[in-house]
C-alpha cells in the first residue's frame, strides 16, 4: 500500500545585511517546554513580555479562587501548551519586523 507523504518544511530567516540565518524548527515544542524563555532565545521581546504578563495574571487568578499555591503548577503547564499553538508566529513575527527575510526550505 502506497502512502502519500506529507510535505515537510523548515522555516529560516536570513539578515539582508549580512546574510545570517536562523533556523526555527519546532516551535511548539520548545515554547512547551521552556515557556517564554524560547521567544527570549530568538529576542521576540513582545512574545516574552505577554508570555510573563498573562502567566503570572492567570496564576495569581487561579491562586486567588483556590486558595492553593501549587494550582500554578497546572496553570503553567496548560499555559505552556497554549502558548506552544502561537509559538511559531509570534517568533516569525518578531524576525520579520526586524527586516530579516523569511525562507521555507522544503524538505523532500
Do not use: C
Not at 8 to 25: A, C, D, G, Q, W
Not at 92 to 108: M, P
Amino acid at each position: 500500500m502506497n502512502i502519500p507523504r506529507v510535505p515537510k518544511s523548515e522555516l529560516h530567516f536570513r539578515n539582508p545585511i549580512n546574510n545570517y540565518t536562523v533556523k526555527v524548527t519546532q516551535a511548539g515544542l520548545w515554547t512547551f517546554l521552556f515557556g517564554g524563555l524560547y521567544f527570549l532565545k530568538h529576542g521576540a521581546w513582545e512574545g516574552f513580555f505577554l508570555y510573563i504578563i498573562l502567566s503570572g495574571f492567570i496564576d495569581f487568578l487561579a491562586v486567588l479562587a483556590t486558595g492553593d499555591p501549587s494550582i500554578v503548577i497546572l496553570t503553567t503547564i496548560v499555559f505552556n501548551l497554549v502558548f506552544a499553538v502561537w509559538g511559531e508566529s509570534l517568533v516569525s513575527h518578531s524576525y520579520q519586523k526586524r527586516g530579516w527575510v523569511e525562507e521555507r526550505k522544503w524538505l523532500v
